[in-house]
């Protein structure tokens, strides 16, 4: 016997839900895509889907849109603004600033980094202590996330641009944002970041294969003399007028369908909508985490509440509590499909996505599906039993205060 006949929940941080009038936009035939009335129309698709990512990037400053997915975008990131032989700073909190990071090595870069467990964010002190020590100014750029999805951690980007200013180094500031990205707070020159990078398919609801970059003066200044940039992915070619150039090559017009059709949605509903809407439903996924918790069974990766992204809740399994269990009850008897742990925390954690076209009756499937799985395995008890409940009640106040 199964439950999990009816609409299946994709319930992982990535790739997310996508919307149906996102794949409506997708289901059409290809267009010229040198001109004339079709052309004419995707040519105004990619230019305004650009003005769009200043908008949700929160930047006057140049964007480019890459056929490539998050990695891709790294790439594009490092070898528009660096030369072999350059050292960056690597600011862990879990798997993604370092995955960044070996990319940057694999490149020719040095790496140096500020190691940090997987349960705690970066701390800015610590990047100003290691600023500081570089008295030769080796160290051309700093890379974080704002979002690690792999630890479920958020960063404070503010807070480490503060560090950064103290000491009055030069590096650029270089924020992965692309398990954050319309789903908290990115305010890219408010911030003083110089190169951001985002992708298509977690908050901006679209499949994966599209990446971002957003690029500020100082960004722009340093790819005049990066020696790293090749053809593909260079912000020289991509800044010409022609269509074909800003992709080096065919655009990729039905993602170009999507990501029309994703941003008007964005902005139909308002950023800061968006992002209050994410940061409520977190607050429901953690009220019901709060509850079940106190069974003993598992227990959030991130141990200090302020630190828990709005995007992703990552939750650690106890010892000899298989978290595979509890993701196999959940799809195979409910169609509710959870996220695996990992990297350092492949088998001993599942996660939560919350991000992108998600909404109360949605998270709270998700939720209740697994409090039936925890239940169902043994893993609740009096003491924890509830978390649907005190997610409802949680969302209720909210919507009181609204
Ligand atoms: C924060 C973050 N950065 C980078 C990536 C890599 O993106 P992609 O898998 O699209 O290459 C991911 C993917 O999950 C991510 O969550």
């Given amino acids: 016997m199964t439950l999990r006949s009816g609409r299946q929940f994709l319930s992982i941080p990535g790739p997310t839900n996508v919307p149906d009038e ?3 936009a997708m289901h059409r ?9 079709h052309g004419g129309e995707l040519f105004g698709i990619t230019m305004s889907s650009l003005a769009g990512l200043k908008k949700i990037f929160k930047t006057d400053g140049e964007t480019y849109i890459y056929i490539a997915n998050g990695h891709g975008a790294w790439e594009a990131a490092l070898s528009n603004v ?4 350059d050292t960056i700073l690597v600011l862990e909190s879990g798997r993604f600033a370092v995955g960044w990071g070996e990319m940057g090595r694999s490149m020719g870069l040095n790496i140096e980094s500020i190691p940090n467990g997987w349960t705690t964010a970066v701390d800015p002190a610590k990047v100003e202590e290691h600023l500081r020590g570089d008295t030769e100014g080796k160290i051309k750029a700093v890379l974080m996330v704002q979002v690690d999805t792999a630890s479920g951690c958020v960063n404070d980007i503010q807070a480490v641009r503060a560090a950064m200013n103290a000491t009055g180094h030069d590096a650029l500031l270089m924020v992965d944002t692309i398990a954050s990205l319309a789903c908290m707070p990115f305010e890219m020159d408010a911030w003083g970041i110089d190169v951001a990078v985002g992708g298509s398919q977690k908050g901006l609801m679209m499949p994966p294969g599209l990446s971002y970059v957003a690029a500020n003066d100082k960004a722009k200044a340093a790819h005049a003399n990066a020696g790293l940039r090749t053809s593909y992915w260079d912000w020289a070619t991509r800044d010409e007028e022609e269509h074909y150039r800003k992709y080096c090559g065919t655009p990729p017009v039905h993602m ?4 029309r059709q994703a941003f008007d949605m964005i902005f139909e509903e308002g950023l800061d909508a968006v992002i209050e809407r994410h940061r409520i439903l977190a607050g429901a996924v953690h009220a019901a985490v709060d509850q079940w918790s106190k069974g003993g069974v598992f227990d959030y990766n991130i141990t200090n509440p302020s630190e828990r992204a709005p995007s992703v809740t990552v939750i650690r399994t106890a010892e000899g509590i298989d978290p595979g ?3 196999t009850i959940c799809v195979e008897k409910m169609g509710v499909t959870l996220g695996l742990g990992i990297g350092d925390l492949g088998g001993k954690a599942f996660r939560i996505g919350h991000m992108g076209h998600v909404n109360a009756p949605m998270i709270l499937g998700t939720l209740g599906a697994l409090e039936v799985g925890l239940d169902a395995l043994g893993y609740l008890d009096d003491n924890s039993r509830g978390g649907i409940s005190a997610a409802t009640a949680y969302l209720a106040s909210a919507l009181k205060a609204a």
């Fill in 22 to 24: 996102v794949l409506q």
């Fill in 29 to 37: 035939p290809a267009v010229d895509i040198y001109g004339g009335e």
């Fill in 82 to 85: 660096l030369s072999a032989g």
């Fill in 256 to 259: 170009l369908f999507a990501m």
């Fill in 325 to 327: 269990k509890i993701r």
